[in-house]
């Protein structure tokens, strides 16, 4: 139990589908944070949210839409997904200067 | 502009052998550092982090990392490996303001043999 539950850990999606990620944690944190893992490259951040207002946005296409309904939740809304897109995507959650960022599990996404 | 770079792809040592990661950084100001550990399948977990104060850090499972500001450098260290070590590390920087903690600018990972 990391204390950063992530849903589905799998999910394979077609480029006209509409899927959603979902991100739960349980530590009370205020801040949320939506990762990207390609393979050969950095740990992209793509989403911060800081008491539920969107904070950063970095330069991430129109086709991922988060959502960040309390403090507790945040989504990743896909839609439209080319296959470039398939990666492991991470959330994470923080509190002020405390003990450090922890990430869930992630949600390998295959786009086909 | 702020990067992090971890020289090494792969490294593999044998169990019981010393282990040094390596990790340079480049930020204007004082840099937020810290080390992630990714095991095959799973999240990140974090090793350790510097914020400020004494550079020498210790972190979990027997790591630690010294800051050296003048190489810009946060390396990250075992004195002796165990098999479950194997995994993948990444080094980052806290980008966002006052070291934000979940805003982070990684490096691209070294990832860990351990031979028997």
């Known amino acids: 139990e990391t204390g950063v539950t992530q849903t589905p850990r799998h999910l394979v999606m077609g480029m006209t589908n509409k899927k959603s990620l979902k991100c739960e944690q349980h530590l009370g944190h205020n801040a949320m944070y939506w990762y990207k893992q390609s393979a050969k490259k950095p740990l992209e951040l793509m989403f911060v949210y800081s008491l539920e207002e969107r904070v950063e946005n970095n330069s991430v296409p129109s086709r991922f839409s988060p959502e960040c309904p309390n403090s507790s939740h945040l989504f990743l809304h896909l839609h439209t997904l080319q296959p470039e897109d398939s990666a492991l995507y991470l959330c994470?959650?923080?509190?002020?200067?405390?003990?450090?960022?922890?990430f869930g599990q992630g949600t390998r996404l295959t786009v086909v | 502009a702020q990067s992090v770079t971890q020289p090494d792809i792969h490294i593999t040592v044998s169990e019981g052998a010393s282990l040094e990661l390596r990790c340079n950084y480049s930020?204007?100001?004082?840099?937020?550092l810290f080390w992630y550990v990714q095991s095959p399948g799973q999240g990140l977990q974090l090793l350790l982090k510097?914020?400020?104060?004494?550079?020498l850090v210790q972190g979990i499972k027997g790591f630690e990392a010294e800051f050296k500001r003048s190489q810009s450098s946060f390396n990250l260290r075992k004195p002796s490996v165990h098999w479950s070590d194997a995994a993948e590390y990444f080094c980052?920087?806290?980008?966002?303001?006052?070291?934000?903690?979940?805003?982070?600018?990684f490096g691209k990972g070294t990832k860990l043999s351990v031979k028997p």
């Open positions: 980052a920087v806290g980008a966002g303001y006052g070291g934000s903690q979940g805003n982070l600018i």
């Open positions: 994470a959650s923080s509190q002020g200067l405390g003990p450090g960022a922890f």
């Open positions: 510097y914020f400020s104060g004494d550079t």
């Open positions: 930020y204007g100001a004082t840099p937020y």
